[in-house]
Structures are given as structure tokens and as C-alpha cells.
Nanobody, 128 residues
Framework: VQLQASGGGLVQPGGSLRLSCAVS????????IGWFRQAPGKEREGVSC?????????????YYADSVKGRFTISRDNAANTVYLQLNNLKSEDTAVYSC?????????????????WGQGTQVTVSS
């Protein structure tokens, strides 16, 4: 399983970006995917996650950290092997490296196990 995050960049406060996590895996749809971010000097934060269709699940579950709720939206396109994170109304405190990983998407946030996979991150900088 390989993951690659992209779509970061420099944006002004109030602006938007769409991050993509390309997932190379057989039956990619069964994997729950999480987005994390880490700013310099700060701990990694689980930002959002979306469940997979394991076990025949039809309805997808999503999670958002309180800090991004109402501003960020996660979605997935299994046919395109991609999970997206739409970032709206960006603030300076959203500046960080954003990474994606296979996870367990729980109601309290994304959980990464030792057997999970990480992709390289993409830098998001919010500044005027």
C-alpha cells in the first residue's frame, strides 16, 4: 500500500485548498483514510478521517477535529483511488505539513496502528 499527499501551497487567510491523497492498493475502498497535520514545535494532530467499505459498509463515517469542524470536508473517490480534504476559510493556525495514512476511523478520531501505512506530507502555509 502506498499513499501520496498533494495539493498544498501558500494561501491567504480565508482562502481554500483541496488536498488529495492518492492510494495505491488493491481494493482501496476498504481502507479507512485519515488526514493528520503537524506544525513546527507541535504534536501531530488527527484532523479528519473517513471510513472504508469493509464488511460491505454502505454509509461512510467521518470525523473532524473541533479545530476544523465546519471548515474542512473529507471525501473519497474509490474509482480514482483518491481521498480528498477540502480546506476552506483557512487560518494562520492551519499552517502545517498535512499527511494521510490508513487508519481506524473512530468517533474520537483517526487511530494509526503499527501495521498502517503513511504517505509523504504536503505543506500548507496560510499567510498574508
Amino acid at each position: 500500500v502506498q499513499l501520496q499527499a498533494s495539493g498544498g501551497g501558500l494561501v491567504q487567510p480565508g482562502g481554500s485548498l483541496r488536498l488529495s491523497c492518492a492510494v495505491s492498493a488493491v481494493n482501496m475502498g476498504r481502507y479507512a483514510i485519515g488526514w493528520f497535520r503537524q506544525a513546527p514545535g507541535k504534536e501531530r494532530e488527527g484532523v479528519s478521517c473517513i471510513s472504508g467499505n469493509e464488511g460491505g459498509r454502505v454509509e461512510l463515517n467521518t470525523y473532524y477535529a473541533d479545530s476544523v469542524k465546519g471548515r474542512f470536508t473529507i471525501s473519497r473517490d474509490n474509482a480514482a483511488n483518491t481521498v480528498y480534504l477540502q480546506l476552506n476559510n483557512l487560518k494562520s493556525e492551519d499552517t502545517a505539513v498535512y499527511s494521510c495514512a490508513t487508519v481506524l476511523c473512530r468517533e474520537w478520531g483517526p487511530v494509526v496502528a503499527p501495521y498502517d501505512y503513511w504517505g509523504q506530507g504536503t505543506q500548507v502555509t496560510v499567510s498574508s
